[in-house]
């Protein structure tokens, strides 16, 4: 079992940032490729960002390339997301998710295994 825990979520204006954390404890960090998916009310839950196992390969949906950034620090055993320029329609729960993977890194939701309880994020205009 791996239990993941995130933070740093809050409310922010317009233009602002904020960096998202996972903690990660249980199995081997060193051996789950890692995302970052977001939901809104009503909405499906949708990818925002992944990372390989080794930090190696990142991804990004479209609306957030070039202004996240998803990043590890296998020592800490702790995945971030550090959100900048960000907008109104990025509110919502952010989730952190793990699978055992070290081959290829999934960007569907349904192919992760392990997800933390959630962190709000607001994005005021």
């Known amino acids: 079992q791996v239990q993941l825990v995130e933070s740093g979520g809050g409310l922010v204006q317009a233009g602002g940032s904020l960096r998202l954390s996972c903690a990660a404890s249980g199995r081997p960090f060193i051996n789950y490729a890692m995302a970052w998916f977001r939901q809104v009310p009503g909405k499906e839950r949708e990818f925002v960002a992944a990372i390989s196992w080794s930090g190696g390969n990142t991804y990004y949906a479209n609306s957030v390339k070039g202004r996240f950034t998803i990043s590890r620090d296998s020592a800490k055993n702790t995945v971030y997301l550090q959100m900048s320029s960000l907008k109104p329609e990025d509110t919502a729960v952010y989730y952190c998710?793990?699978?055992?993977?070290?081959?290829?890194?999934?960007?569907?939701?349904?192919?992760?295994?392990?997800w933390g309880q959630g962190t709000q994020v607001t994005v005021s205009s």
């Open positions: 998710a793990a699978v055992g993977r070290r081959v290829g890194v999934p960007l569907r939701s349904h192919e992760y295994d392990y």
